[in-house]
């Protein structure tokens, strides 16, 4: 069980308990852990899903989504299972959804609704987002040139999807927001995401010395050798027993620094702006 405080765990997102949100998300994970791994799927917590196994034993008690982490190869697969999901879970993936703002994989409660306030308000509802583990260079200009692509290419399909936070540009900026926005319009969102998953899966994740998730916030910390990964290990997470990286540690390490230490209360948030949450 999650170590949330009682404060936090009366906390409201939406409208709706955020105790209630992570039970809801937790119960999708079960669903989509226990399908994976009946497909042979390798699957791993990460991010702040993973955080918070080791630090709380289950969600950070501040946070309202989780993450899982697929190599390439079998991530490729469940795209290709989407259809077979079991009931009551639904697929959110560009190779299905024209107006989903993400790259990479949702997987939701099927009856639920949390509304994210975008400049365009997107439904992703309360479940799992799901990345693939891809190949990257070794540190050098070939690992330089990946991360500058990456960063355009996500900044289009973000501005074409209006998958942001409202906000004022600053004046240096605005020419570039404009220029960007411009290029959205004639480009279709399908292609873009077409270019930015052969960007990011092109390189053998099977063979490559380093791998991470290229659509992750934490962008160049969220590489790591591929024995980071390995053939896993199990933790707990909200008293049930998942898949995680053999060294979880040092992934944490990588991607937080000193994970174990609870950050200053104010930035004590998941940083997502929620419209609205249904439980459905």
Request: aromatic content about 8%.
């Given at each position: 069980m999650s170590a949330a405080t009682p404060d936090i765990a009366a906390t409201l997102v939406g409208g709706v308990a955020l105790r209630d949100v992570q039970q809801r998300s937790a119960t999708v994970l079960e669903a989509l852990a226990g399908f994976c791994e009946r497909h042979g799927l390798r699957y791993y917590l990460v991010g702040g899903t993973?955080?918070?196994a080791l630090r709380h034993g289950g969600f950070i008690p501040w946070d309202d989504d989780i993450d899982i982490a697929l190599p390439r190869a079998d991530y490729a697969r469940l795209l290709a299972l989407?259809?077979?999901?079991?009931?009551?879970?639904?697929?959110?993936?560009?190779?299905?959804?024209a107006d989903t703002?993400?790259?990479?994989?949702?997987?939701?409660?099927?009856?639920?609704?949390l509304v994210i306030d975008y400049a365009r308000p997107f439904d992703r509802g309360i479940g799992v987002d799901v990345f693939p583990l891809d190949a990257v260079p070794a540190p050098g200009?070939?690992?330089?040139?990946?991360f500058?692509?990456?960063?355009?290419?996500?900044?289009?399909?973000m501005n074409k999807q209006q998958g942001y936070y409202p906000h004022r540009v600053a004046a240096p900026r605005r020419l570039r927001f404009a220029l960007l926005s411009l290029a959205s319009r004639l480009c279709p969102a399908e292609r873009l995401y077409r270019v930015y998953e052969r960007l990011v899966a092109r390189g053998d994740a099977a063979r490559s010395a380093c791998v991470g998730n290229l659509y992750g916030l934490y962008g160049r910390r969220e590489v790591?050798?591929?024995?980071?990964?390995?053939e896993g290990r199990w933790v707990t997470f909200e008293g049930r027993r998942f898949r995680a990286p053999a060294q979880a540690e040092r992934y944490l390490e990588a991607v937080y620094g000193e994970f174990r230490r609870l950050p200053p209360p104010e930035q004590r948030h998941s940083g997502h702006r929620i419209r609205a949450v249904a439980l459905g």
């Open positions: 993973l955080l918070g989407l259809d077979t999901l079991p009931h009551g879970l639904r697929a959110i993936h560009p190779s299905r959804d703002p993400y790259p990479f994989l949702v997987v939701r409660d099927a009856r639920s609704r200009p070939r690992r330089d040139l990946l500058r692509a990456i960063a355009l290419m996500r900044a289009w399909t790591v050798p591929a024995e980071v990964f390995g």
